[in-house]
């Protein structure tokens, strides 16, 4: 073991392209903050790219989310079913607009939200006259597609609209069944993306909302410039957010997103040399994949034999030592939301698959930028953390 081995980051950014021209661009013409160029030719490339109809840049994916809830009218004594296994952004935002977030249990087949769940419960309320949610957040865990055919037609039916969180799966979208060819983000009602730093595309920090419905891309736009009326005079006609991107961090996302293919790739790569190495290790294996998938593999993601977990409990954090100490940085699954200090009251639907899940799964370094000497220390460090 030794410290002084070079640092493998989980997910680090990797800019070139037309990045540095872009943003000397803004330099030269002094188009630095929120009014620019970029940020339209920045919104009309991503929203063809995911191919939703309208996309509006926003300073975060957590903001993007909190005007996901403003657009959709949640409000105070609304509910909203969420994944409890998720990073915290998404479900804070119910809460900001005064709502209760319901956190569902995940199922095995893909780490996300388990559909079984969400539909047997929009069914027992819809018996039962009782008041159904007012959305379901899909969220699309580490860059594998959450499964929303079931979700999706029931929720139609009820009347409840679907808003996906696609934070960690730019490039992610169906391979089979009635959504082959479409991408994450771009099927329900309204669908989010973030760029924070350790995104498959960053702008250093920022976020994009996508909808077909033109109404609710001018609801969101709007509220995100303090929903300022257009004029001279300062006038408002309701309570909006300092929440649009600058010109600079869509100059940058722009030169990102035209390198988003070949991004991509360089995750394919690292997922098939991972997925190869595992091959030889009974203890591990690759998270589950659906075969209607077409995942971006944002965070290559590997779990414990469940044998393993029995055995040794404590198995996961062992391992993530063991990797630790050659500086090659992995990471658990997100805590479940219901296991935190902030969200352990919330209302829960389901059991402890979640936490199951937890206790086994970890993501390895998966930067674009990986080379091959840097996963074949990874995969040495696996080996060495093998069980005795
Ligand atoms: C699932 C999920 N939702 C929301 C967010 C929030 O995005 P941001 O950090 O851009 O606010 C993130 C990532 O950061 C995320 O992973």
Known sequence: MSSSEPRIPLAEPLIGGNAEAYLLECLRTNFVSSVGPFVTRFEEAFAAAVGSRFAVACSSGTAAIHLAMRVLEVGPGDEVLVPSMTFVASVNPIAYVGATPVLVDSEDATYNMDPGLVVGELERRARLGIRQPKAIELVHLLGHPADLGAVLETAERHGVAVIEDASEALGAGYAIGTWAGRHVGSIGRVGCFSFNGNKLITTGGGGMLVTDDEAIARRARHLSTQARLPGAAYDHDDMGYNYRLTNVAAAMGLAQLEELPSLLGARVVNAAAYDGALGSMPWLRPAPRAQWAAPSFWLYTAALADDLVEREPDARRRVLEV??????????????????????????????????????????????????????????????????
Not at 346 to 360: D, S, Y
């Open 323 to 388: 990797l630790g100490g050659h500086a090659i940085e992995a990471r658990p699954v997100w805590t479940p939301l219901h296991r935190t200090r902030l969200w352990s009251a919330a209302p829960r639907l389901g059991g402890n698959v979640a936490e199951r899940i937890f206790a086994k799964a970890f993501s390895l370094p998966s930067s674009s930028s990986l080379s091959d000497l840097q996963r074949a220390r990874v995969i040495a460090a696996l080996r060495e953390a093998a069980p005795a």
